[in-house]
């Protein structure tokens, strides 16, 4: 088996956006130089990766197991690049960070690993909190920054914050769901079948939402608090759900497989990002800071 580091990012590209010219675009290639480096990579892995329709690609059941390895050996390269070229920082002192569970079940793991590799001398102390909670501890001195989904957040005048991942949402279902066999399902094709509604991180007021907007409302046949118990139902079809890439897996805990597949209608990203006390600025005055959490939390969606 021989493919290069180059042709997983060029297979991560097209499974993220769904076409070939928008694949190129990004990787700043020719559409051709890109089939042909996919092609390739079939040819080295035995399997086809994706499967072509009227408008565009959407990955095999292959695809969707080569993914995650394929994330891993990228997200793997570029952290042990950036320990080749960039030495610790000398930035000390504490930093109080506020988090919600989403973010501290699926980003904080790994982030608070780099913050330590990048800044030694630095104290970390880490809360999880509502995200009403993390904001006002913020304003009262109790934090120091927060890492929240923005897209849930109020407009306040006293906390400032930057947008920094945005995850799509798409529709997950049991490979021999009937909404599987579609290239892609609109809301009301969704609403004719058992809807698992996640109960974690306001998800249940952003769904309420855009099901509103589309004069729509899902059979709800299980509400949870765990994202592993939704994901293990759909994986054994007793309904679907509408997550986020960001916490997408294709397995369950039991091994059941999960596939996803495009929503036609407009249906809110969840937007990850930081913030912090307008008053008093960003924390430690650290532009190192800064820059590190936007490219750590940037490419942690690979």
């Given amino acids: 088996m021989d493919f290069t580091l180059r042709q997983i990012r060029y297979f991560i590209a097209t499974a993220e956006t769904g076409q070939i010219s928008k694949a190129a ?23 086809e990766l994706f499967i072509r329709h009227s408008k565009g690609l959407r990955l095999s059941d292959a695809g969707e197991r080569f993914l995650r390895h394929a994330q891993q050996i990228d997200a793997a390269a570029r952290h042990a690049a950036d320990d080749m070229r960039e030495r610790p920082d000398g930035l000390s002192g504490t930093l109080r960070i506020g988090v919600t569970d989403t973010i501290s079940a699926y980003l904080m793991p790994t982030l608070q690993l780099a913050l330590k590799r990048r800044f030694p001398d630095l104290s970390l102390v880490l809360f999880e909190r509502e995200r009403v909670e993390v904001e006002q501890a913020i304003v009262e001195g109790q934090l120091d920054l927060g890492i929240v989904l923005v897209s849930n957040a109020a407009l306040r005048e006293d906390i400032e914050g930057e947008t920094l991942l945005r995850s799509a949402r798409h529709l997950w279902v049991a490979p021999d769901h009937p909404l599987a066999a579609l290239e892609s399902a609109s809301l009301a094709d969704v609403a004719h079948h058992d809807f698992l509604l996640l109960d974690m991180d306001e998800h249940v007021n952003t769904a309420h939402r855009y099901w509103a907007h589309w004069g729509l409302t899902p059979p709800v046949a299980f509400q949870s608090k765990s994202i592993e118990g939704i994901r293990s139902m759909v994986a054994q079809g007793v309904g679907v759900t509408i997550l986020s890439d960001l916490v997408y897996r294709p397995w369950s805990l039991e091994g059941g497989r999960i596939v996803r597949r495009p929503v036609v209608n407009a249906v809110p990203t969840m937007d990850v990002g930081i913030i912090w006390a307008r008053d008093r600025g960003f924390p430690h005055h650290g532009d190192s800071l800064r820059d590190f959490l936007r490219v750590t939390l940037r490419e942690s969606r690979n």
């Fill in 25 to 47: 675009l990004r990787c700043n290639i020719s559409q051709s130089s890109m089939t042909i480096a996919l092609k390739s990579l079939e040819e080295a892995l035995g399997a």
